[in-house]
């Protein structure tokens, strides 16, 4: 298997752009999770999704903060408009059954400047 | 409240020595427990995960599980340089803390470094 794919790996944009972060999970796996990680406030869950469907996005910081996933194969996670303080690395992982274990996928590193 | 809590380290140990990582938590309805391993500009990646009280080995790692405590170990025995890294601690929350059931919880982690 090719485990969690995640696109772009490296993102650069200006403030105020939006940014589209992209995440293919493994296949037969029926949660998703993303999570955004800085080195301030390490591994934070942003949202995840059970059958495709959004169970808990207490942890999305804003509005500007959007996800969904259409189909059991693809997730996006997107930021409009962009700030700064949004630079981080954003991960994916999936799992096939809540409580079991999670895979990560590459990650993302995003820098707004 | 942080409801899961590392030690930051960072914790040095000698190639060979065995490493012991902590982790304490606050929700007493969590029910998995995993730990991962994360390198430098990597992804985490798992190598432990304890679902009951007791230990669980694999190969040179040893996961130990307290809910009494509210507490779970990892244990490196033999450790070699290879290990250093910077492990996670992780948890679900459980079904019975309102609202979201299975939030997959990260510590901030501990840096691990094995001196050759």
């Known amino acids: 298997d090719a485990g969690v794919i995640q696109s772009p790996r490296h993102e650069v944009t200006e403030m105020g752009q939006e940014v589209t972060l992209r995440c293919k999970p493994i296949s037969g796996h029926n949660s998703l999770f993303w999570y955004r990680q800085t080195m301030m406030r390490g591994l934070e869950l942003l949202i995840y999704f059970n059958n495709n469907v959004p169970i808990d996005d207490s942890g999305m910081p804003e509005d500007r903060f959007s996800a969904k996933m259409p189909n059991a194969s693809f997730s996006t996670l997107k930021i409009q ?8 690395v954003y991960f994916c992982a999936s799992t096939w059954g809540l409580g079991l274990e999670a895979f990560f996928g590459q990650g993302t590193r995003l820098t707004v400047v | 409240q942080k409801e899961v809590e590392q030690n930051s380290g960072p ?8 490493a012991s990582l902590n982790c304490t938590y606050s ?4 029910q998995s427990f995993f730990w991962y391993r ?6 985490p990646e798992l190598i432990m995960s304890i679902y009951s009280n007791g230990d669980k080995e694999d190969g040179r790692f040893t996961a130990q ?23 996670l601690c992780a948890m679900n929350i459980g079904p019975n803390s309102g609202g979201s059931n299975y939030k997959l919880t990260f510590g901030k982690g501990t840096l691990l470094t094995v001196n050759p």
């Open chain 2, 65 to 87: 599980l307290n809910k009494a405590s509210q507490y779970v170990s990892l244990l490196i025995r033999d450790s070699q340089p290879s290990d250093s890294a910077t492990y």
């Open chain 2, 11 to 18: 914790l040095s140990v000698p190639e060979g020595a065995i």
């Open chain 2, 38 to 43: 994360q390198y430098s500009g990597k992804s």
């Open chain 1, 81 to 88: 408009p962009s700030e700064p303080r949004d630079s981080a």
């Open chain 2, 27 to 30: 929700d007493r309805g969590s």
